[in-house]
């Protein structure tokens, strides 16, 4: 069982950055292949940003490429995703999740989530 926790998450201006956390436990972290999805009201959770297990490989949706990095240390069990240039409509809570089999962009394929963090981009 791999327990998966954010932070990082707040309020800041649209063009400003955050990063974002994810320190997990409980598992092998350097096994996973680790996501970041977000979810703003009303809407379906979306897919950011995917890493492989050894970080070679990365890919983005097309809303945040060129914006936001995703990168992870697995000597410290943690996976980030830098947000830069942010805007309003990235606002969302955004959630970290583990997957032991695939590379994926579907959130139906993940086996662990964390709670979320909630980012707000004022304009």
């Known amino acids: 069982q791999v327990q998966l926790v954010e932070s990082g998450g707040g309020l800041v201006q649209a063009g400003g950055s955050l990063r974002l956390s994810c320190a997990a436990s409980g598992g092998t972290f350097s096994s996973y292949a680790m996501g970041w999805f977000r979810q703003a009201p009303g809407k379906e959770r979306e897919f950011v940003a995917v890493?492989?297990?050894?970080?070679?490989?990365?890919s983005y949706a097309d809303s945040v490429k060129g914006r936001f990095t995703i990168s992870r240390d697995n000597a410290k069990n943690t996976v980030y995703l830098q947000m830069n240039s942010l805007k309003p409509e990235d606002t969302a809570v955004y959630y970290c999740?583990?997957?032991?089999?695939?590379?994926?962009?579907?959130?139906?394929?993940?086996?662990?989530w964390g709670q979320g963090t909630q980012v707000t981009v004022s304009s």
């Open positions: 890493i492989s297990w050894n970080g070679g490989s990365t």
């Open positions: 999740a583990a997957d032991k089999n695939h590379y994926s962009g579907r959130y139906s394929t993940y086996d662990y």
